[in-house]
C-alpha cells in the first residue's frame, strides 16, 4: 500500500489541485498510517478504527485527527478508483465533530503594529516583507495564493490582482494603494537584482519563495511587533473582519476571500456580531 502513495500525492496535487501544504501533511499522515498498518493486508473498518482511537490516545488536536482520518478517506477512494481494493473500509467510520470557533483576529491596531514591523529590521529584505504583509492583509489573500504570484497579477494602476486560488479557481481582487505603494518599492529595489523568476516574491538567490518561507517570516515579525505568533490566515481573517466591521456586503466579501459558498464566509458575521455587542455594552446607557 505504500507504494501508491507518491501516485496518489501527484494525483491531488496535478489533478485535484491540493495546495502544497495540505499534499505534505497528507504525505506524512499516510506514512504514520502505512506504518500503524504495518503491512497488513487485511486492510478492514477494524483497522481505521484502531488507527483512529491510535490517534486520540496521543491527545492530538480534533482538527488534526479529523485532517488525518481525512487523508486517509481519500487515499483509500483514490485506491478504490484505481481499482487496487474492491471496497471501502473507511465507511460508516466518523470523523471527531470539530468545535466551531471564531477564527483568530487582530485588532486594527495590532495590524497596524505588525505591518510597520519590517521596516524596523536590519534584513536587507525589508521592503520584500513589507511587501508581503501588506498584500496579505490588504486582499485577503490565502499563503500559496501569494506565494504563486506572478508580476503580471499585478495591475498596478487599477489597483487589482487577478489570484489563481483554490482548485484553480480565478478572481480579480482589489489592492490598497499602500500595498500598490509597497510592492513599487520592493520591484524598484536592489532586492530584485538578482532575479531568475517573474514570481513576485523571491530570496536572495532570485528563486520563488515556499509558501513555508512565508509562514516563518510573519512568525518572526508578529513575535517582534505583539510578542505572539500570528498565521497567514489570522491576516485573512482580520481582512475580512475589518472590511464587515465597516459595513462591507457579505455578498463582495465571499467573493474578494474566493469562497464557493456564502456558509464559509458568515463566519466573519459572528465574529461582527460579537464586536457589535460589545460596542452596544460600552456605550449604551442601560446595557
Known amino acids: 500500500m505504500k507504494e501508491y502513495i507518491e501516485p496518489y500525492l501527484a494525483y491531488i496535487a496535478h489533478q485535484r489541485f491540493f495546495s502544497d501544504h495540505t499534499v505534505r501533511a497528507y504525505k506524512n499522515d499516510l506514512e504514520e498510517f502505512c506504518s500503524f ?5 487485511r486492510m478492514d473498518s477494524s483497522t481505521i478504527r484502531s488507527f483512529l482511537v491510535n490517534l486520540m490516545q496521543k491527545n492530538l488536536s480534533r482538527r488534526t485527527v479529523a485532517r488525518k482520518v481525512s487523508a486517509v478517506r481519500s487515499f483509500i ?5 484505481r481499482g487496487l481494493i474492491k471496497e471501502n473500509p473507511s465507511a460508516g467510520i466518523r470523523t471527531p465533530r470539530l468545535p466551531k470557533e471564531l477564527p483568530d483576529v487582530l485588532t486594527e491596531e495590532e495590524t ?5 514591523e519590517p521596516a524596523k529590521s536590519n534584513t536587507p529584505f525589508r521592503l520584500r516583507d513589507t511587501a508581503i504583509l ?5 486582499s485577503g489573500l490565502r499563503v500559496g495564493e501569494l506565494a504563486s504570484l506572478k508580476i503580471g497579477d499585478i495591475d498596478f494602476k487599477g489597483g487589482y490582482a487577478r489570484i489563481l486560488g483554490k482548485r484553480k479557481k480565478e478572481r480579480l481582487v482589489p489592492v490598497g494603494q499602500t500595498a500598490i505603494n ?11 537584482r538578482n532575479r531568475k523568476s517573474d514570481t513576485l516574491f523571491i530570496n536572495r538567490y532570485g528563486q520563488p519563495l515556499s509558501d513555508r518561507f ?4 510573519l512568525e518572526y515579525y508578529s513575535y517582534q511587533a505583539l510578542g505572539k505568533s500570528v498565521h497567514p490566515h489570522t491576516l485573512r481573517h482580520s481582512f475580512a473582519t475589518h ?3 465597516a459595513g462591507c456586503d457579505i455578498r463582495y466579501l465571499q467573493e474578494m476571500l474566493g469562497h464557493s459558498s456564502i456558509a464559509t464566509t458568515q463566519i466573519y458575521t459572528h465574529i461582527s456580531l460579537k464586536k457589535m455587542r460589545e460596542t452596544y455594552k460600552n456605550f449604551h446607557p442601560r446595557a
Open 214 to 217: 512565508i509562514r516563518k517570516l
Open 37 to 41: 498498518v504495518n503491512g497488513n493486508p
Open 134 to 138: 501588506e498584500l496579505l492583509y490588504s
Open 243 to 245: 472590511l464587515l466591521n
Open 112 to 116: 497596524r503594529l505588525l505591518l510597520e
Open 77 to 81: 477512494r483514490y485506491l478504490i478508483k
Open 182 to 192: 509597497a510592492l513599487l518599492c520592493y520591484l524598484a529595489s536592489d532586492e530584485c
